[in-house]
T-cell receptor, first 110, second 116 residues
Framework: KNEVEQSPQNLTAQEGEFITINCSYS?????LHWLQQHPGGGIVSLFM???GKKKHGRLIATINIQEKHSSLHITASHPRDSAVYIC????????????FGKGTHLIIQP | EAGVAQSPRYKIIEKRQSVAFWCNPI?????LYWYQQILGQGPKLLIQ????????DSQLPKDRFSAERLKGVDSTLKIQPAKLEDSAVYLC??????????????FGPGTRLTVT
């Protein structure tokens, strides 16, 4: 079964800073998911990637399949980026329900 | 396109009572998931359906939890009897197909359960 480690668990930064959140997993995968969860809110999928890099607005996600590692970057961070960011991978064993990391609680201060 | 619908949004019950949650996935999505998210933790998969069949229920506490998706569309998750440790947000998600996690999952708003 896949295991997911995220770091840091908590991150507080000033508006405008470049943010990096890291994720590592234990078993090879077909795709890795980055999701966002606001307090009291539902979960929104940000990226699903299997290789290389994807960009959406100020968000960039990269993955290194050989090293079993992915990063989520936020450029020019803004207070509205404050949320929990979660990395998730397929659990394995033929089914594709996701195994989630514990999440990174990000606070961007104005 | 309507998103994943869940009800109720909030539920408070006493331990040993029973409770049921309902989920209606996005139209056309064959795969439906139920996740449990305890405060401060990432979601944990409880059960995955492909149409009306169970693909994975290895982490479902079957002595008290049950789930069904009889017509391959909406689904119900039941807890009977509830324990204090069942207090959590129950999330439903759906995706087009089931292919080793390669399809984007769409999440509902969740049902927050408090067991007292």
């Amino acid at each position: 079964k896949n295991e997911v480690e995220q770091s840091p668990q908590n991150l507080t930064a000033q508006e405008g800073e470049f943010i990096t959140i890291n994720c590592s997993y234990s078993v090879g995968i077909s795709a890795l998911h980055w999701l966002q969860q606001h307090p009291g809110g539902g979960i929104v999928s940000l990226f699903m990637l299997s290789s290389g890099k994807k960009k959406h607005g100020r968000l960039i996600a990269t993955i290194n399949i050989q090293e079993k590692h992915s990063s989520l970057h936020i450029t020019a961070s803004h207070p509205r980026d404050s949320a929990v960011y979660i990395c998730a991978v397929p659990s394995g064993g033929g089914a594709d329900g996701l195994t989630f990391g514990k999440g990174t609680h990000l606070i961007i201060q104005p | 396109e309507a998103g994943v619908a869940q009800s109720p949004r909030y539920k408070i019950i006493e331990k040993r009572q029973s409770v049921a949650f309902w989920c209606n996935p996005i139209s056309g999505h064959a795969t439906l998931y139920w996740y449990q998210q305890i405060l401060g933790q990432g979601p944990k998969l409880l059960i995955q359906f492909q149409n009306n069949g169970v693909v994975d229920d290895s982490q479902l506490p079957k002595d008290r939890f049950s789930a069904e998706r009889l017509k391959g569309v909406d689904s119900t998750l039941k807890i009977q009897p509830a324990k204090l440790e069942d207090s959590a947000v129950y999330l439903c998600a759906s995706s087009l197909e089931s292919l080793a996690g390669s399809y984007e999952q769409y999440f509902g708003p969740g049902t927050r359960l408090t067991v007292t």
